[in-house]
């Protein structure tokens, strides 16, 4: 499994550190968190800046994502061109890799 750590309270409010560690799962296309694993990142609004929040998964085309390995992106699926961007909120945005708030960093884990 891969994870990601997102550094925002507001995608999970939990007291616990988990809340704030995704995984990704490449298969399904999933991102999930690692506290609630019924948790998924879903696109709320389908526009730029569109705002990305954590609900329940129900693997609809919105709690698509896929990860570039090389770029560090998270790209939405459903959504061309738009990609994961954090800073005090999580929104999507046109992918630019110039971009800090664009780069990912995921990490083998032992589950």
């Excluded at 693997?59 to 560090?72: I, K, L, M, R, V």
């Excluded at 708030?101 to 884990?109: A, G, R, V, W, Y």
């Amino acid at each position: 499994m891969v994870t990601y750590r997102f550094d925002d309270e507001a995608v999970v409010e939990s007291a616990g550190l988990d809340a704030h560690v995704w995984f990704h799962d490449p298969l399904l296309q999933r991102i999930r968190n690692k506290a609630n694993g019924r948790s998924g990142l879903d696109l709320v609004e389908r526009k730029v800046k569109g705002m990305v929040q954590g609900r329940v998964c129900d693997h609809t085309p919105s709690q698509s994502w896929s990860n570039n390995d090389f770029t560090g992106q998270i790209q939405h699926l459903g959504t061309i061109g738009l990609c994961l961007n954090v800073d005090e909120n999580l929104y999507v945005v046109y992918c630019d890799t110039a971009l800090l708030s664009q780069k990912s960093t995921f990490d083998l884990i032992n589950p």
